[in-house]
T-cell receptor, first 111, second 113 residues
Framework: ELKVEQNPLFLSMQEGKNYTIYCNYSTTSDRLYWYRQDPGKSLESLFVLLSNGAVKQEGRLMASLDTKARLSTLHITAAVHDLSATYFCAVVSMVDDKIIFGKGTRLHILP | NAGVMQNPRHLVRRRGQEARLRCSPMKGHSHVYWYRQLPEEGLKFMVYLQKENIIDESGMPKERFSAEFPKEGPSILRIQQVVRGDSAAYFC???????????FGPGTRLTVL
C-alpha cells in the first residue's frame, strides 16, 4: 500500500529565510504533484514532476523529484508572507495507479 | 470559466437527511475524482469515475455513500441519512487522462447539524 509522508507538518518561519518541505513515499512512482491550498479554498496545482531528477521552479518555489530515493522536495527561497498556505504532495503509484495525498504542510510565514 | 465547477458551495443538512453534491469537470475532461477533507487534514480519495462507469470506489464508505457520472450532466456524490461525522469539505477533481494531473473544483462544505 502506498504511503506518503510529508514533513514537517507545520512550519513557522520568518520572511527572508529558506526552508525545505519533504515528501517521502513508499512505493515505486514516476508521477508526483505539488498543490497549494489557502484556508477555506480549493487546491491549486503548483508542479507536476514526471521523471527522476525533474526540477521545476516558479518564483520562490522549487520542486525536485528523486525516484530512486522516493523523495520529493519543495524548497522555499527568501520566503514572503504571501506564501503562507498548506502545501500537499500527491503521488501516483506505478503498481496500481492510485493517487495518495500527503497530510500537508501548514506553512506560516511571519512578517 | 472552463474550470471544475461544484455546487452547492455550502450545504447544511440535519441528521438523517440526504446530501447531493454536484461536480462538472473541466471542458474536455472525462475523468472525475471525489475527495473528502476533514478540518486540518489532507485529502482522502473516495471514488474515481469516468462517464457511466465507476472505475475505483475503494475509498467510499460501504454504506450511505454513492456516486455517479452519467452520460449527460454532472457527476453526483450522494450521501444518504447524513450523520455529524459526514461534515467535511468534499472536493471534486477532473483530469484529461486517467490519474493524470488533476484540477480541483472549489469544493462543497457540508455541515450536518
Amino acid at each position: 500500500e502506498l504511503k506518503v509522508e510529508q514533513n514537517p507538518l507545520f512550519l513557522s518561519m520568518q520572511e527572508g529565510k529558506n526552508y525545505t518541505i519533504y515528501c517521502n513515499y513508499s512505493t515505486t512512482s514516476d508521477r508526483l504533484y505539488w498543490y497549494r491550498q489557502d484556508p477555506g479554498k480549493s487546491l491549486e496545482s503548483l508542479f507536476v514532476l514526471l521523471s527522476n531528477g525533474a526540477v521545476k521552479q516558479e518564483g520562490r518555489l522549487m520542486a525536485s523529484l528523486d525516484t530512486k530515493a522516493r523523495l520529493s522536495t519543495l524548497h522555499i527561497t527568501a520566503a514572503v508572507h504571501d506564501l503562507s498556505a498548506t502545501y500537499f504532495c500527491a503521488v501516483v503509484s506505478m503498481v496500481d495507479d492510485k493517487i495518495i495525498f500527503g497530510k500537508g504542510t501548514r506553512l506560516h510565514i511571519l512578517p | 470559466n472552463a474550470g471544475v465547477m461544484q455546487n452547492p458551495r455550502h450545504l447544511v443538512r440535519r441528521r438523517g437527511q440526504e446530501a447531493r453534491l454536484r461536480c462538472s469537470p473541466m471542458k474536455g475532461h472525462s475523468h472525475v475524482y471525489w475527495y473528502r477533507q476533514l478540518p486540518e487534514e489532507g485529502l482522502k480519495f473516495m471514488v474515481y469515475l469516468q462517464k457511466e462507469n465507476i472505475i475505483d470506489e475503494s475509498g467510499m464508505p460501504k454504506e450511505r455513500f454513492s456516486a455517479e457520472f452519467p452520460k449527460e450532466g454532472p457527476s453526483i456524490l450522494r450521501i444518504q441519512q447524513v450523520v455529524r461525522g459526514d461534515s467535511a469539505a468534499y472536493f471534486c477533481a477532473s483530469s484529461l487522462r486517467d490519474y493524470n494531473e488533476q484540477f480541483f473544483g472549489p469544493g462543497t462544505r457540508l455541515t450536518v447539524l
